[in-house]
């Protein structure tokens, strides 16, 4: 998962009209090994719909805030938040930010939302030394029950190709540094990393640094 949810990510809209264009990749196949789901797990990779906020609000809530311990109480506020701004997001119209889910396509599937992640141009950031528009990933999030499938892997080559389709050949994103597994994803993909960040007021917003990461894109 890309660290933390990135809600001020809202001032970047998606745009309703390549929220709903047909970008729909393969399905695919994976065995599970885990009793609670069906011993193969089948999806496809497409952009969001306004009919999918629900589930993908839950899905990011359940990633980045617990609902256990003192601050459980405020799960519901959480997702209510998340699901507010995305539904801004896909009802406004600047070009180039998309949300791609991956959908449950097996037999009996009613097509529950299984995974989400965030595509969008960013311009010049002087405290990422990037002084161009530059592709930007965020919100990476996969339902609990469905992890270590190759779900999380299918969302970043998704979001490869649409921002091949933009036109760009690199892409970036934010990760905290002792999200491990998220950091052996990421370099398993062929992501690098372009900038450690170590700002003292990024102390108070992260338990951890964040390592921003740049992959180039090859045409395949």
């Known amino acids: 998962m890309t660290e933390p949810y990135l809600s001020k990510f809202s001032l970047n809209k998606l745009n309703p009209k390549l929220a709903l264009k047909s970008w729909f990749f393969h399905p695919h196949r994976q065995q599970s090994t885990d009793a609670r789901i069906p011993n193969s797990c089948q999806f496809q990779i497409r952009a969001a719909t306004s009919a999918d906020l629900p589930g993908i609000a839950q899905i990011i809530a359940e990633s980045f805030h617990s609902q256990k311990g003192l601050w459980g109480w405020a ?3 959480f997702r209510l938040g998340i699901y507010e701004d995305l539904r801004h997001r896909l009802a ?3 070009p ?3 949300c791609l889910v991956a959908v449950d396509t097996s037999p ?3 097509n529950q939302i299984l995974g989400t992640v965030e595509l969008g141009v960013r311009f010049s950031d002087n405290w990422a030394n990037v002084h161009k528009r530059f592709p930007y990933l965020s919100n990476l999030a996969v339902h609990p029950k469905y992890r270590r499938h190759g779900l999380a ?3 970043l080559i998704g979001c490869e190709q649409v921002c091949q389709d933009w036109g760009f050949d690199d892409l970036y994103l934010h990760v905290l540094e002792n999200n491990h597994q998220a950091r052996q994803l990421y370099f398993k993909l062929g992501y690098r990393v372009y900038k450690v960040e170590s ?7 992260y338990p951890s640094r964040q390592i921003f990461l740049h992959k180039h894109l090859t045409n395949k």
Do not use: D, G, R
């Open 75 to 77: 799960f519901p506020l």
């Open 92 to 94: 406004s119209m600047t």
């Open 96 to 98: 180039h930010q998309v």
């Open 108 to 110: 009996s599937a009613t």
């Open 153 to 155: 892997s299918s969302l």
């Open 199 to 205: 700002h003292w007021h990024s102390f108070f917003l």
